[in-house]
Structures are given as C-alpha cells and as structure tokens.
C-alpha cells in the first residue's frame, strides 16, 4: 500500500510559478513510476508528466514541455513538479500518481495508476 500526499498548489498570476510535492508513505517498491495529472471542471483528467525510477526518465505532454519540470527526491521519496509560466488554461486541480507496471513504461493514462493523492488545487488568473 502507497499513501500519496500532495502539497503546493494556490494562486498565482498569469506567468507565475508554482512547486507541487508529493511525498510518497508506504512500499517504496510500489512508485516505480511516478507521475502528475491535472483535471479541470468538466475536463477529462490529463497527464502532465511521468517519473521513472532507475534512469530517472522523465515525459511531458506537450504542452508544458519547456516550463514544468518533474523530479524525484528518493532519500525523502517525494516528487516534484515545478511550474513556471503558468497559463490560466492550467487551473486545475493537480494529482500525484504512483504505480510499479509490468512493462516497465510510465503511462500519460490514469487507468495505469493504481495509488493517487487527495489533490491540491492551482489556479492561474490573467
């Protein structure tokens, strides 16, 4: 079993920056992948970025590819995600998501995660 605690988000500006941590409880052998969702109301949740632990692989979806970036600090096992320029599209709330797959691949699909955190909400105004 896995607890995933989500902290960090709040309110900023258009262009702004925000940290979100997930400090991850329980067996560390299940957060071999490691990734952050977002869903906005009425809005399908949407992965953002994937965490691979061994090679330290990291994924984004497009669309933060260049502002957020994803890590992991395995003596505290904590991800994070850093998040610079953000957008008022990007309010939402923020997940953290955990799991250990078969094929060793770290999905953009929710379906792939079984441990999730509680949420914690960032929104962006212009």
């Known amino acids: 079993q896995v607890q995933l605690v989500e902290s960090g988000g709040g309110s900023v500006q258009a262009g702004g920056s925000l940290r979100l941590s997930c400090a991850a409880f329980?067996?560390?052998?299940?957060?071999?992948?490691m990734a952050w969702f977002r869903q906005a109301p009425g809005k399908p949740r949407e992965g953002v970025a994937t965490?691979?632990?061994?090679?330290?692989?990291?994924q984004y979806v497009d669309s933060v590819k260049g502002r957020f970036t994803i890590s992991k600090d395995n003596a505290k096992n904590t991800l994070y995600l850093q998040m610079n320029g953000l957008k008022p599209e990007e309010t939402a709330e923020y997940y953290c998501?955990?799991?250990?797959?078969?094929?060793?691949?770290?999905?953009?699909?929710?379906?792939?995660?079984?441990?999730w955190g509680q949420g914690t909400q960032v929104t962006v105004s212009s």
């Open positions: 965490f691979r632990d061994g090679d330290d692989y990291t």
């Open positions: 329980g067996d560390s052998y299940s957060t071999y992948c």
């Open positions: 998501a955990a799991d250990t797959p078969r094929s060793g691949y770290c999905s953009f699909r929710s379906i792939e995660y079984k441990y």
